[in-house]
């Protein structure tokens, strides 16, 4: 219904007719300046009614697009510019000439921008097996990944699916940050079926406003990563009133959470989704039904319509129920695979011995067991790889980037949850010199210069040496856990401690 509104936000709202007449003139705008299908381009919007206009034209130029967060270290952001090689970057009066580039064009939204273009579809053509996204995700070589997901994925995620009720009724509250996959959830889901996507103001979820947004504009469906989901039912329960569906994902669920929101609100349907960016969107769903009881984790479910999962031993062969293994994934969510990395991308994506000529499935290191209920039990990673309030962490690029200081010998970089619930990452530091002293301040914001928030470590704690094992590796289980009592806290800063540690035999 073109009169229908498709993107709403404390700025004013946009009717489909309104959104799609703004996006043909920004795509006629950029075909004009001799983009072409195919290319990538970056967009650089605050989240905003002008971010969906941004991204829909894109595609409607046949580009893909690629998210640049505006609150991202500027060299974090201009590696994405050269990995993707984008001609463009879209951005608005907040971001304008923040990011340039000797071949980079920049085009702005507001009144800079182009309105006198024409207003009708473009009509460029596109297959189903061309990019429609790229999304760049920690990489343990010290640079980020961008994971190039196909149209089919996206359509295919969002449409012909029962897990959640999409429909034309259902209104999505766009709160997940960009460079999480499950924006696209919290956009496509609505805007292929009629539906309307909120826009919460900000960069970061806020929690705290949730309860006035879901009021003031109807909001229907919730998808929250776990430790969100915690806090706000924890904090500002009364958000969860009037939604209708709810959505945890990102990291394992709390049972005792999801315990309790069944029970508050038995009136919502309350879903565990799982599924890595390499499979756009989700991979597997676990609707938690009300009465059913709960054992020591919550499931991840089943697949998808269209995605086909398989639980394989070392020699890729289907394992029993009740038997760890390491889960693999099939099926048109797939992504094309990694931005000028073939070698990664033939790693990762391999072979796929159940399916037809040619097919590939993604090999996520995420170790799985079918239960008697035929659903998928997640058990855990099958390298160090680790989720951090959703987000996945890979300690090795922490780690690259730690180090790289001159006065820093050797850095460690680990999770740690010394409380239940709370997944932190630390940093241990050895000092180039014996007993020099480090400002760890300064390495915070430093690291901070380079790295995204989520990725700056919680902790930094110096020792004299990183502990190691008979074996001459980095002995995990010997790191101390940080002196929290006599920790130095700042607001948006990590905290610093010293301790004192010889290397174990």
Known sequence: VPNAVAVASDEGNLTYAELNARANQLAHHLIGLGVRP????????????????????????????????????????????????????????????????????????????????????????????????????????????GVASPHRALVSTYTGQTYLAFDADQVFLQCSPVSWDAFALEVFGPLFHGGTTVIQPGQRPEPADFARLVRAYGVTALQLSA???????????????????????????????????????????????????????????????????????????????????????????????????????????????????????AERFVACPFGGAGERMYRTGDLVRWNSDGELEFVGRADHQVKVRGFRVEPGEVEAVVGREEWVRQAAVVVREDRPGERRLVAYVVPADSGQSVDLEVLRHRVGEVLPEYMVPSFFVVLDALPLTVNGKLDR?????????????????????????????
Do not use: W
Request: glycine share 10%.
């Open 38 to 145: 195919g290319q990538i381009m970056a967009v650089h919007v605050e989240r905003s009614n002008d971010l969906i206009v941004g991204l829909l034209a894109t595609l409607k130029a046949g580009c893909s697009y690629t998210l640049l967060d505006p609150d991202f270290p500027y060299e974090r952001l201009t590696s994405v510019i050269e990995d993707t090689r984008a001609p463009v970057v879209i951005t608005h009066a907040a971001t304008a000439g923040r990011l340039r580039g000797p071949h980079l064009t920049e085009v702005r939204l507001d009144s800079a921008g182009p309105v006198a273009a024409p207003d009708d579809n473009p009509g460029i053509v596109v297959s189903p097996g061309a990019a429609a996204c790229v999304m760049f995700t920690s990489g343990s070589t010290g640079r980020p990944k």
């Open 227 to 345: 430790g969100l989901f915690n806090l706000v039912l924890d904090e500002y329960p009364e958000a969860f009133e009037n939604v209708r569906e709810v959505m945890t994902a990102g990291e394992a669920a709390s049972v005792a959470h999801v315990e309790r929101a069944r029970k508050l609100f038995s009136q919502m349907k309350l879903l565990n989704g799982y599924g890595p960016v390499e499979n756009l969107g989700f991979s597997t769903t676990y609707d938690i039904h009300l009465g059913v009881p709960i054992g020591s984790s919550v499931p991840i479910g089943v697949p998808l319509a269209n995605t086909r999962v398989y639980v394989l031993d070392e020699g890729l062969g289907l394992v029993p129920a009740g038997v760890v293994g390491e889960l693999y994934i099939a099926g048109t969510g797939l992504a094309r695979g990694y931005v000028g990395r073939a070698g990664l991308t």
């Open 477 to 505: 289980a010997a790191l101390p856990a940080p002196d929290v009592s006599s920790l130095v806290v700042r607001s948006r800063s990590a905290a610093v401690s010293t301790v004192s540690l010889r290397s174990s035999s």
